[in-house]
């Protein structure tokens, strides 16, 4: 099994729906983030958290939510999905500093229609 | 201007080649330096890390970061076709600051 996995794996949805993807790790991390990537824009930070109880926004958090339901558990949310938010969503973690390893899921592509 | 400005190619090489990947970046208080590589479909995964400037080499695999010009390069040597991947440089402040990625390098290494 993978270290970090994230589902579903590939989703379409409609404008306007609240959508959840979902990542949970078995490395056993206390820092977990949320990265979408996009052609020509590489990846962008949308959320972090390095704690249950510590969430802060990233560079591009408007439009998403996200809940730490536990060590091992990250959801990112749409609330109202809108077609600029098509694009491979990732989730990653890390036991230490920003420039520690980061260990990646296997990524979510969502479309938006 | 972005922070961090990396060739999206795609870079098409022969099997056996030496491969030269860079990012230039903006801002000189970047003290750390990675590498990540993404195979297609994939998450992305760490290759190289150094800190501050100089080089580090593991196998095949060369990072080397010139801070004077504010650039990073990775060097392949004796590519293969398991080389062929997006590259993704990335840099911090700090262990304490975010990772800047650069949007990334598509290699394709041809038999």
């Known amino acids: 099994d993978a270290d970090v996995t994230q589902t579903p794996r590939n989703r379409i949805t409609k404008t306007g729906k609240r959508i959840m993807l979902e990542c949970s790790q078995t490395?056993?991390?206390?820092?977990m983030y949320w990265y979408r990537q996009d052609p020509g824009l590489g990846l962008r930070l949308i959320y972090y958290s390095f704690d249950v109880k510590d969430i802060n926004k990233g560079e591009i958090s408007d439009g998403y939510s996200v809940s730490r339901q536990a060590q091992a558990k990250f959801s990112l949310s749409l609330e109202s999905a809108i077609p600029n938010q098509t694009a491979l969503y990732f989730c990653a973690t890390s036991d230490g500093g920003w420039s520690t390893e980061a260990f990646f899921g296997q990524g979510t592509r969502l479309t938006v229609v | 201007q972005k922070e961090v400005e990396q060739d999206p190619g795609p870079l098409s090489v022969p099997e056996g080649a030496i491969v030269s990947l860079n990012c230039t970046y903006s801002n000189s208080a970047f003290q750390y330096f990675m590498w990540y590589r993404q195979y297609s479909r994939k998450g992305p995964e760490l290759l190289m890390y150094?800190?501050?400037?100089g080089n580090k080499e593991d196998g095949r695999f060369t990072a080397q970061v010139d801070k004077s010009s504010k650039y990073i390069s990775l060097f392949i040597r004796d590519s293969q076709p398991s080389d062929s991947a997006t590259y993704l440089c990335?840099?911090?402040?700090?262990?304490?600051?975010?990772?800047?990625f650069g949007t990334g390098t598509r290699l394709q290494v041809t038999l």
């Open positions: 990335a840099m911090s402040f700090g262990t304490a600051s975010k990772l800047t």
């Open positions: 490395k056993g991390h206390d820092r």
């Open positions: 150094t800190y501050s400037s």
